[in-house]
């Protein structure tokens, strides 16, 4: 049950209220990456002692991982078979070069920090660092700069790469491939597909919804590396226990929820507006979850990992552009 601290739970929802009615107006920022650096703010000024910090705790293990279990009922798994099969090889080595390339750039991180870094990058932002966060045991303040590292990029990126596919003169279907297997969030792909039309737009959100289905084989894949090298969670992080069992003890339950929602919603036996329901109820909770780790996060320890984590996020990301853009020309 959650904790009788009703003014930690108000905090909570008073950041996350605040952060859906500012959106609009700062466009591309989005609602999660506004909320987090307000609670940041808004937590290192509030005592150490108060009271309040045990709601924030519970919606940062509990919440997340309801809502990365709703999460799964926005993959409908029946829109991968339309596309071409080339297209899943292109987004395959997307995820692959963003996982990889995270464990060797960023050896002098935590091992959870190179997870979260390479999962946000690989997949889907927000909801991949949510997602793989428990399983590597990353601490509050290592979510934070992958969250942040992450959004910054694909912000960025929203700009970067119109002007990369106009000066390479890249036709639609390369751009949409190009946005949809590389920038991180769904916001940001269609924030980049927008100013290229409709046509580049609806095929680059394929792209990237085919590219979110790989979420619950990553996270457990992870789970099976974290028994494989007995890689215990690092001190003070609120992850699941890794046994020597295997896979089923390392990988917790809503990672299991999340493939079963993908497969229910793609049978195509659920009323639209219960996915729809169920979708937007995994969107607001993530939006808690991620206020609650925000509020968190000892702004002193952010700073102390952000800029050396935000350097290897940024090659990471220049790595995987790379790839596809020479994937592309072949």
Not at 42 to 63: D, I, Q, T, V
Request: with cysteine; proline share 5%; net charge positive.
């Amino acid at each position: 049950m959650p904790p009788k601290h009703l003014m930690g739970w108000l905090v909570i929802i008073g950041i996350a209220v605040f952060s859906l009615l500012i959106e609009p107006y700062l466009k591309p920022i989005d609602s999660i990456t506004s909320a987090l650096l307000c609670a940041i703010m808004l937590g290192n000024f509030m005592a150490p002692n108060y009271s309040g910090r045990s709601a924030w705790k519970y919606s940062e293990k509990h919440l997340l991982a309801v809502a990365t279990m709703l999460l799964g009922f926005g993959m409908d798994l029946r829109q991968a078979l339309n596309l071409p099969p080339q297209y899943w090889g292109y987004i395959l080595a997307s995820v692959v070069i963003a996982l990889v390339s995270a464990q060797l750039i960023m050896r002098g991180s935590t091992n959870a920090m190179r997870w979260t870094m390479g999962a946000g990058q690989a997949i889907c932002g927000n909801s991949a660092i949510a997602a793989a966060a428990p399983v590597v045991g990353a601490t509050a303040t290592e979510i934070g700069v992958s969250v942040a590292t992450v959004n910054l990029l694909g912000t960025f990126g929203i700009i970067l790469f119109p002007m990369i596919s106009s000066q390479l003169q890249l036709p639609i279907e390369a751009s949409a491939l190009l946005f949809g297997s590389v920038l991180q969030s769904v916001g940001h792909v269609a924030g980049a597909g927008q100013a290229l039309g409709s046509d580049v737009l609806s095929l680059a959100l394929l792209v990237k919804m085919v590219r979110i289905l790989w979420l619950g084989p990553a996270v457990l894949l992870m789970g099976w590396l974290m028994t494989r090298v007995n890689i215990q969670p690092a001190a003070g992080s609120r992850a699941v226990d890794v046994q020597p069992e295997g896979l089923l003890s390392v990988v917790p339950w809503y990672v299991w929820g999340f493939l079963i929602s993908s497969l229910i919603v793609s049978t195509g036996l659920i009323p639209q507006n219960v996915v729809n329901l169920m979708k937007d109820a995994g969107k607001y909770l993530l939006l808690m979850a991620m206020t609650g780790i925000g509020l968190g996060i000892n702004i002193r320890q952010l700073l102390s990992v952000g800029p050396s984590a935000g350097l290897g996020g940024a090659v990471i990301f220049a790595l995987q552009t790379i790839l596809v853009i020479l994937l592309l020309s072949i």
